[in-house]
């Protein structure tokens, strides 16, 4: 068998991880490129085809080239095929990326050998994210392709258009007997595994939104007394990333606060140093003053949510001083204060309560993520389980997702007849597939659903 490794963001990478499975299954492996490739610690620099089969005999492994500016360079025809005809399996890179995640290629690129048997595209996602003009070869022709500027923040869907119309369009075009395979390289992100595993088995990336894997925020809390004990404790449950500050040692530990994931001992008036963009603030701290000199810190940083515990008189004099030290209106009145949601709440539980009940609601309004920390964090293989479409009365919404392990189930996308369903079309999906679940009253029955409506879930084994 002989692969052709074309495209961009870790060809090199693949073939060695190639290399290591096809050594271990038995196999004689011979790498060699038709471009150009860096040269490695066992790399053979010769053209000589007895020199080459000699090491793929003894070791059953050789890598070749002719030597050429701290790179190989392609062998002679002759010899690569006299060596082609001793290998198990041919491995060869046969386009350049200068180290780039992307790239679009010119009109000599890649240099497919004649006897390939496949072609492997491979393409960086790492890119996601990024401008153009940092992760591109051949940017101008990215450019040209995808109708972007050298700003433009490149997406999912940039990459598997350049892959499409810059690779498989056109190979299937000029080899339309070869076989082709994507292989996308990832950074292991439950995101990037998404979209990795649409991309290889030709579907749409834009069936997911980036935005659906987004962790939930980071909370910061100013103040160890006995309300942020109970909210640390509550929050911990909603996914946020938590911090807690205080002057006090006796306060500020992680005996105090073990669902924290830091917590701090400093002076409030050293808060700058561990604010973070965007995060959600509680002011809870034991004195106004205190209070004061947090609000103060945060209103100059961009924050989703700021909320001050006092009660109105006492909240009213920190507006007062806020706006002696040149606080605006504006600034104010992004303020939650008093904290929290009105519902009577006069324990520091129920306080907590109220003011996770308030950040909810706000964060609810900008945020469409309702994804665990644990499911973010899954490592093993499985099947995702998306809501990519919902019409009707349905529990979840679009973007709610689920994870079926061999072993585990984390997360819901709602409950009932029509997850339990999906659980049992999970335990069988090998690619991604669409299932649409439509609550007609045939499908009311079958499903002993009553509550009519339709889920579109997409299923993506990662």
């Avoid at 992307?102 to 996602?125: S, T, W």
Wanted: proline share 3%; aromatic share 6%.
């Amino acid at each position: 068998m002989i692969q052709a490794f074309v495209g961009a963001g870790g060809k090199t990478s693949l073939i060695r991880k190639y290399v290591n499975q096809y050594r271990a299954e038995g196999k004689k492996v011979f790498v060699t490129t038709t471009t150009h490739m860096f040269i490695e610690e066992d790399t053979l620099l010769t053209d000589d085809g007895a020199e080459i089969i000699c090491a793929l005999e003894k070791t059953g492994y050789a890598m070749a080239g002719i030597s050429k500016g701290g790179k190989i360079t392609a062998l002679s025809a002759e010899t690569y095929l006299e060596v082609c005809s001793h290998a198990d399996v041919v491995l060869v890179e046969a386009d350049g990326s200068k180290h780039m995640p992307i790239k679009f290629p010119n009109d000599n690129e890649p240099v497919i050998p004649a006897n390939a048997d496949e072609i492997i595209i491979v393409c960086g996602l790492q890119a996601i994210g990024e401008k153009a003009e940092k992760v591109s070869h051949r940017l101008e022709l990215v450019k040209q392709c995808l109708h972007i500027e050298n700003d433009t923040v490149i997406t999912a869907s940039h990459i598997q258009k350049l892959v499409q119309k810059g690779y498989v369009e056109p190979l299937k075009e000029n080899d339309p007997e070869k076989k082709i395979r994507i292989e996308p390289n990832h950074d292991g992100s439950l995101y990037q595994r998404a979209i990795a595993s649409l991309m290889k088995n030709g579907m749409d990336v834009s069936l997911i939104d980036a935005a659906w894997f987004a962790p939930q925020p980071v909370l910061i809390v100013c103040g160890g007394g006995h309300v942020s004990c109970e909210l640390v404790k509550m929050a911990s449950c909603l996914d946020f990333r938590i911090k807690v500050i205080d002057d006090r040692e006796e306060f500020a530990n992680k005996e105090r606060f073990p669902l924290a994931d830091e917590v701090i001992c400093d002076a409030f008036e050293h808060l700058e140093n561990y604010l973070e963009p965007d995060a959600y603030y509680v002011v809870v701290s034991r004195e106004h003053k205190d209070d004061f000199t947090c609000v103060k810190t945060i209103l100059n940083h961009s924050y989703q949510y700021l909320g001050m515990i006092g009660s109105k008189g006492k909240v009213q004099k920190n507006f007062e001083n806020l706006r002696k030290a040149g606080a605006t209106e504006e600034q104010i009145g992004t303020i939650h204060a008093p904290i929290g949601l009105k519902i009577g709440a006069v324990t520091p539980a129920e306080i907590a309560i109220s003011i996770l009940a308030e950040i909810i609601q706000e964060k609810n309004k900008k945020q469409i993520s309702s994804v665990s920390r644990e499911l973010l964090d899954i490592k093993e293989k499985g099947v995702l389980c998306i809501i990519i479409e919902k019409t009707g009365s349905s529990p979840r919404g679009v973007g709610s997702m689920m994870f079926v392990g061999e072993d585990k189930i984390i997360d819901s996308i709602g409950g009932g007849a029509v997850e339990y369903a999906a659980i049992r079309q999970a335990k069988d999906v090998t690619e991604p597939m669409i299932r649409d679940y439509d609550l007609s009253e045939k499908d009311k029955v079958e499903l002993g659903m009553i509550c009519g409506g339709r889920n579109k879930v997409l299923f993506i084994p990662v």
